[in-house]
């Protein structure tokens, strides 16, 4: 089967974009329940409670699901997938770094009546990411790209790190406000902008010793 790549999300860039997260995620859910998943730290925030008192208010049925701490893995994926099954979540709405993201991403995958429930059965490329529940992706760190990306990195059940690929891995919104780094710790925005920099310096240099060497 082909399966067609559009590469870029939709995105709403900016300062405040994030109050347009109620609204679109209202809409995105057509009537049926909400999932946040979002990390333990962003849970615990401003940030974190205002999301949620602010979906809550639009009077749409909303849980929250927060997955273990440490990078995402087949089990922490599979917890946010049935949180959302029986939840009857219409959309899964992802908060916090690429971890948390790379979380919602799958779980939405596999909370799809037509999706595998295991992340497992993705492994490798061994199935195509094709059918999803919508998702909404909000990064509160830089570097990753995990809010656009079509891969989720995860940890399989013995700890190796694999992947899974496909188009419905793209979120059907991402919101970039840059309010959601400046609203942690101050050591965090600073870690995210090495996480982003340091990939640009590499790639530089990269392409400036390729040039010098034809």
């Known amino acids: 089967?082909?399966?067609?790549?559009?590469?870029?999300?939709?995105?709403?860039?900016?300062?405040?974009?994030?109050?347009?997260?109620?609204?679109?995620?209202?809409?995105?859910?057509k009537g049926a329940p909400i999932l946040l998943s979002c990390d333990a730290g962003v849970a615990e925030t401003a940030l974190g409670a205002g999301l949620e008192a602010a979906v809550?208010?639009?009077?749409?049925p909303f849980a929250r699901h927060v997955p273990a701490l440490g990078e995402p893995s087949a089990a922490s994926i599979s917890a946010a997938a049935e949180a959302a099954r029986v939840r009857n979540a219409g959309l899964i709405v992802g908060l916090g770094?690429?971890?948390?993201?790379?979380?919602?991403?799958?779980?939405?995958?596999?909370?799809?009546?037509?999706?595998?429930?295991?992340?497992?059965?993705?492994?490798?490329?061994?199935?195509?990411?094709?059918?999803?529940?919508?998702?909404?992706?909000?990064?509160?760190?830089?570097?990753?790209g995990a809010e656009a990306a079509s891969t989720c990195v995860f940890a399989a059940p013995d700890g190796r790190?694999?992947?899974?690929?496909?188009?419905?891995?793209?979120?059907?919104?991402?919101?970039?406000?840059?309010?959601a780094t400046a609203s942690l710790p101050p050591h965090l925005p600073a870690w995210c902008a090495h996480d982003a920099f340091l990939p640009a310096i590499e790639a530089a240099q990269a392409s400036e010793d390729r040039g010098a060497h034809v």
């Open 1 to 29: 089967m082909l399966h067609q790549i559009d590469a870029v999300p939709a995105l709403a860039l900016g300062e405040n974009a994030l109050q347009m997260l109620p609204e679109a995620a209202e809409t995105r859910a």
């Open 56 to 60: 809550r208010a639009r009077k749409t």
């Open 97 to 144: 770094g690429g971890s948390a993201l790379d979380i919602a991403k799958m779980a939405a995958v596999c909370a799809h009546p037509e999706g595998a429930s295991d992340p497992m059965s993705y492994a490798l490329g061994a199935r195509v990411l094709d059918v999803s529940l919508p998702k909404i992706l909000v990064p509160t760190t830089a570097g990753t």
């Open 161 to 179: 790190k694999t992947w899974a690929w496909g188009p419905a891995a793209k979120p059907s919104l991402a919101i970039l406000d840059p309010s």
